[in-house]
């Protein structure tokens, strides 16, 4: 698993394209969201719920750091040439967001299985843009 964090003054994003047929149908509209910390997760071949509660808590760490409540999970399987399966990393990708607001962080989603145009925005802080790998 990995995740590339990015402490953002905006992101923008807008669904284009389903990549994979079962993709979940989503509103092709521009969603914007403002001091967020983005979270571009790539789960890999190996990855289990284990591995995702472990990045849990390496993502709690960086955003307690600079002080972040809202987290943005942005599929992102550019991090990695050995995906999981789309199934299994769709379900660890929402276990990932359901024990993050366990802990009372405000999570949100991009769209799964879908190309997406991107605008961003990342603040410049020596913190801003982190990679977790486990």
């Keep these: 698993m990995k995740v590339l964090l990015s402490h953002c003054d905006f992101i923008e994003f807008k669904p284009t394209r389903k990549e994979l047929k ?6 092709i509209k521009l969603s914007r ?3 967020i910390l983005v979270a571009f997760t790539c789960i890999e071949k190996d ?3 284990e591995k995702t509660l472990k990045m849990v808590k390496e993502i709690e760490n960086v955003a307690n750091r600079i002080g972040v409540k809202r987290i943005l999970i942005y599929p992102f399987a550019h991090l990695s040439n050995n995906l999981a399966n789309p199934n299994e990393a769709k379900k660890l990708i929402n276990i990932l967001g359901e024990e993050l607001k366990k ?3 405000e999570v949100y989603f991009a769209p799964f299985g879908w190309s997406k145009e991107l605008h961003i925005k990342i603040k410049g ?3 801003a843009e982190n990679l977790r790998t486990l």
């Design 125 to 127: 802080h020596p913190l």
């Design 47 to 49: 990855d289990n719920e």
């Design 33 to 35: 969201y403002e001091e």
């Design 103 to 105: 802990i009372n962080f």
């Design 22 to 27: 079962d993709a979940e149908d989503v509103e």
